[in-house]
């Protein structure tokens, strides 16, 4: 007779979802940056999958009888080797998810700009570096004068015509 009650040896996530083996873990939680992370991860895969079919153009003849299924099953072995790797990443492993999970919960206690402080603050990073352009473009025009007059310089055709000075 055992001293444990039946199940006291399981983990409690094993007792809910009953069982392991590919098991999503803890799913109801961190379910937006899973989903946006496999998302990304499915266009890179795919991306990546025409790459290598481009590139086996360029190294195998496209002409050839043996390339088509050459082609195909290797894109199509990265493209499953691909997608076994973002299934494991967003769905089985604890510690991703366990990142994904904090990483939404963070996420949600963001305080965000509302529209109009979004546009007041472009306007202010905007009008700042206009400003900072022209001031750093007249300290340069008196910078390249000074060493011009120094004979350490010698100025383009193009600023001495803006200048209206001819050599």
Do not use: H
Not at 112 to 129: A, D, F, G
Request: proline content about 3%; glycine content about 10%.
């Amino acid at each position: 007779m055992s001293e444990l009650a039946p199940g006291a040896g399981k983990r409690s996530d094993e007792t809910r979802l009953g069982g392991g083996g590919l098991r999503v873990y803890k799913a109801g939680q961190g379910y937006y940056t899973r989903v946006g992370t496999a998302v990304g991860a499915g266009v890179l895969a795919v991306w990546g999958t025409l790459f290598i079919y481009n590139e086996l153009q360029q190294y195998l003849n496209p002409k050839v009888s043996y390339f088509l299924p050459v082609a195909y099953s290797v894109c199509l072995t990265f493209l499953a080797v691909m997608s076994g790797l973002v299934y494991w990443v967003a769905g089985l492993s604890r510690k991703a998810n366990d990142f994904f999970i904090a990483t939404e919960g963070e996420m949600k206690k963001v305080s965000w700009s509302t529209w109009p402080e979004v546009i007041r603050s472009t306007k202010v990073v905007v009008v700042t570096v206009l400003v900072m352009a022209v001031f750093l473009f007249v300290v340069d025009i008196g910078f390249m004068m000074l060493f011009r007059a120094l004979k350490v310089l010698e100025a383009a055709p193009t600023l001495q015509q803006l200048f209206g000075k001819k050599s």
